[in-house]
């Protein structure tokens, strides 16, 4: 049976998320910004948090780790070697390996860039992967501490799993990536729609997540960066796909 999935808006533009096995109670919650939301999200549908999964250091991922974990004993999981800047993990991972939420399998996937130990989780039977800061909806991570050739690798990983994937990302910052989006491909029919889709729900005050891999792959310029139109677009015909999605993030900085 597939997780269920709950979308937890948090601080100003973060989201958490829920992951719900329905068949043995046990419920992962996807970092913690902040605890007092998501604590009222298992309340409201009755769930207790069996599991805590860190993608990664920064503070608006985990700054309410130790009241959730305190609150509902739930198991902290995260990278192995970012143990040192993390809270207190129960368990610790590495890329490849295996966890488990009741009955759903997850794999951990080494997605560094925007920090070097950025983890994603991805639930294969559920279709659901954690991306966090790394692959965004139209958009990346910054890269604080990663190279642009680590990021562009991990985001080849996340552009190889099944297409109708859910990309179950960290922030709010769609509206902002599509502008910028724009600019590098102002002629790509999917992201001129998929842009009006989020204004729209931005108006109702609706999340943009989690949206699906089939979909960035369409619109994502940072995802497209070995695509000859993208190149082309660029000047950088000739130009590695590393070296191009470099350009592309260089752009998005200075934005
Ligand atoms: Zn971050
Ligand atoms: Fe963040």
Redesign the pocket.
């Known amino acids: 049976m597939a997780l269920e999935l709950v979308t937890i808006p948090c601080l100003s533009d973060n989201y958490a998320y829920l992951a719900h096995d329905a068949a043995t109670g046990a419920t992962a919650v996807v970092d913690v910004p902040e605890a007092a939301p998501i604590l009222n999200a298992l309340r409201e549908r009755g769930w207790r948090a069996s599991h805590i999964l860190i993608t ?1 250091h ?1 503070s ?2 985990i700054d309410g780790v130790a009241t959730l974990a305190a609150a509902t004993g739930a198991r902290v999981i995260g990278a192995s070697a970012d143990a040192h800047r993390l809270p207190p993990l129960d368990e610790s991972v590495d890329p490849g390996d295996t966890i488990r939420i009741g009955m759903s399998r997850g794999e951990v996937i080494d997605v560094s860039g ?2 070097v130990g950025h983890i994603a989780f991805h639930f294969p039977d559920s279709k659901l992967v954690f991306t966090a ?1 790394s692959l965004m909806a139209l958009g990346c ?1 910054r890269l604080f501490e990663g190279s642009p050739a680590q990021m562009w690798e991990s985001l080849s990983r996340l552009a190889a799993l099944p297409p109708e994937t859910l990309i179950c990302s960290g922030h709010e910052y769609t509206a902002a990536n599509a502008r910028f989006a724009l600019t590098i491909e102002p002629g790509n029919t999917n992201l001129i729609s998929r842009s009006r889709a989020v204004a729209d729900a931005r108006e109702k005050g609706q999340p943009t997540v989690p949206s699906t891999l089939s979909d960035e792959l369409a619109t994502n310029p940072f995802l497209r960066a070995n695509l000859p139109e993208v190149k082309a677009a660029l000047g950088m015909e000739a130009a590695d796909d590393a070296v191009v999605f470099a350009e592309i993030r260089s752009r998005k900085d200075r934005f």
Do not use: A, M, S, Y
């Open positions: 990664h920064h608006d991922h925007h920090t800061d991570g």
